[in-house]
């Protein structure tokens, strides 16, 4: 008991110290900048929602209207409409994500909680994500949609873990990706546990090895069998995730697109080499738990040359014909990605081929790391999850890569104290170089009066 109300100390202690500091750093983004980039659009819809104006809406915006529905919740009784409160709202729910992080690590693995709270901070600082933190865009508040999908589901409250997944695709219509994975994780686990006949223990959390090859027997001529013997009430859960999944064919089909809006600009299209750059995502901010594994990975090359040969040549083969670059990523020089692009896999034609055996030892270490006994199941479903989420994306954008990146380091186990101390001050210096950029460097557009700035 005095165990958890210190670790609940240490947790509230930290979510203080960070809430005064990124109050400090939110009021002098604001002091410096009325609009950053997309907030161009973001803004105007967000105040014509708090105003309960909504009629209105910009060309530009390709998602649904989560952010500014919240937006009118929030801030719309107190007449709080001004780009300050809007902003305000993704420091709100950065906050919020702290505790859901915390709460997650504490249901993933069994590291002490002290750990756990160091783990939950120093996720909210992954310099990304840290850095919209303070912007009105719909990243943050879609991410804690997804937190409380996971959280609730992996609890066992499955009606109100599909309400909030209603919430995340409001906000992101890739969301109803992640709801499928959670619809699809419970419906195996409980299928799996019916099928050896066990008791249910609250979410039904574990399985392994041995039992998901029992799964896969059910789905070979017992599957029928197994589905009689299931409980009504894990047809009524069923049906609240089902639910949601058929409304959301429906809307794709009557719409055309899973796009509303610009749908020009974002194509859904077939673009596997952004499995390759959310490697280098992970392995460029979770980089002590990958240091780790080289030794173990030219084992494995040794081992398995032939497979590891094989995965490279067809690495070469895809990054050679599928390598597609969106007119914005050449455009916008506000992005820290356009830099990348054009100093390196742009100037440098081979850059982007001498790499491939970096994304072959990330996706390595990412598949050992995520591989557990205890949890199969969520390997196996976040890979295509992954895999659909970011290949259907054309536009080289690192937000699209907050929620796999989240889950994946969610679900790291036995992290030592020293791996998270490298994390955390890695993430912090990174967020000190790059708001120093932002307060420092001004670009010159000439459609703007205004200077524009450098962000993620």
């Known amino acids: 008991m005095l165990r958890v109300k210190y670790s609940s100390i240490i947790l509230f202690g930290a979510l203080a110290l960070h809430s005064l500091i990124s109050k400090l750093i ?42 500014y529905l919240l937006s009118s919740l929030l801030l719309g009784a107190f007449n709080l409409c001004s780009t300050y409160w809007l902003r305000f709202t993704s420091l709100l729910f950065s906050f919020i ?23 939950a901070i120093n996720l909210s600082i992954l310099p990304p994500l840290y850095f919209f933190s303070h912007l009105y865009y719909t990243d943050v508040a879609s991410l804690t949609m997804i937190l409380l999908l996971f959280l609730l589901s992996q609890r066992g409250h499955h009606y109100l873990a599909s309400i909030f997944g209603m919430f995340a695709v409001l906000f992101r219509q890739t969301n109803i990706i992640w709801m499928g994975m959670v619809f699809a994780c ?26 998901l090859i029992q799964l896969l027997k059910i789905f070979q001529g017992d599957l029928w069998i197994t589905l009689k013997r299931t409980t009504l009430q894990f047809w009524l859960n069923a049906a609240s995730y089902t639910s949601l999944l058929l409304f959301f064919v429906l809307f794709v089909y009557l719409n055309g697109s899973i796009v509303v809006g610009d749908k020009s600009a974002h194509e859904a299209t077939i673009h596997l080499p952004q499995l390759f750059y959310f490697s280098l995502f ?19 090359a040794r081992t398995y040359r032939v497979f590891v040969l094989c995965v490279l040549v067809t690495s070469l083969v895809i990054i050679h ?17 356009f830099y990348i692009w054009n100093r390196f896999y742009g100037k440098h034609f081979s850059f982007r081929y001498l790499v491939v055996p970096v994304y072959l ?13 205890s949890n199969v199941t969520f390997l196996l479903l976040y890979i295509p999850c992954t895999f659909v989420v970011l290949t259907t994306q054309k536009l080289l954008e690192l937000r699209y890569f907050f929620i796999p990146y989240v889950l994946f380091r969610l679900h790291l186990k036995n992290t030592s104290s020293v791996s998270l101390m490298y994390e955390f001050f890695s993430h912090l210096l990174i967020n000190i170089l790059t708001l120093y950029l932002f307060f420092t460097k001004t670009i010159q557009w000439e459609d703007y009066d205004y200077p524009q700035r450098l962000i993620w």
């Open 26 to 67: 939110f009021d002098k983004i604001n002091l410096t900048s009325n609009i950053v980039v997309d907030e161009e659009f973001h803004l105007q819809l967000g105040e014509a929602y708090c105003k309960y104006e909504f009629d209105k809406w910009h060309p530009k915006v390709t998602t649904f209207p989560g952010l």
């Open 97 to 119: 994500n702290i505790i859901l992080f915390y709460c997650l690590f504490n249901t993933n693995n069994e590291n002490p909680r002290w750990q756990n709270v160091i783990s």
């Open 186 to 211: 419970y419906v195996l686990k409980e299928l799996n546990t019916v099928y050896q006949k066990k008791p249910r223990k609250g979410s039904s959390r574990g399985d392994s090895a041995k039992e």
């Open 282 to 300: 992970s392995i460029f901010f979770a980089w002590p738990y990958f240091a780790s594994e080289v030794l173990n990975f030219l084992k494995f």
């Open 361 to 373: 030892f990330s996706w390595f270490v990412i598949i050992k790391k995520l591989w557990d006994k």
């Open 321 to 337: 014909f599928n390598t597609l670059v969106h007119p914005y990523l050449l455009a916008d020089n506000r992005h820290y990605v």
